[in-house]
């Protein structure tokens, strides 16, 4: 017997993620999705997203264009996890919401340990997003000729997307 599409295995599965949901404050159910959506693959993520057809869950006092009160704001409601994410998440603080047409590693990572969560190797956080397909930052620009020597990063298109999902 085929249980690809057994509605009542798929009604069994949401009734089970329902119930467990309730007893979670917002803030887990989003961890709770984001880890859904990346154990299960990107192609899922991608699917919902089409089938919402941009309906938009944001909440109004926090839109994705930018109107945070300040990076803290932004940081609470995105609840990155991993250094790479952090890293995301303040580069969008900087471009996004600050205007800002690129942002060094360095001044983002400042960022981060004002906040409490300064990353390690913020180079490598940095490295991580520019080979992640597609890419989540650029390079635009080298200070120096030294493997250390100071970088400047933009958001591409698909970064932005990113912490705009995470917002919502």
Known sequence: MENDNDPILEINAM???ADEFKSLDDGARKRVLRWAAERFGKAVASEVDDELNGENFIDSTNAVDGSFESIADLFAVTEPISDADKALVVGYWFQVVKG???FDTQKVNSELKHLGYGVGN?????EKLKKQKPQLVIQTRKFGTTKQARKKFKLTAE????????IS
Not at 122 to 126: D, G, H, K, V, Y
Not at 159 to 166: D, L, N, Q
Request: zero cysteines; charged letters at 35%; proline letters at 0%.
């Open 15 to 17: 009734k089970v993620i």
């Open 100 to 102: 800002e047409h690129d």
């Open 122 to 126: 913020i180079t490598r956080a940095f």
């Open 159 to 166: 970064g932005e997307k990113v912490v705009a999902r995470m």
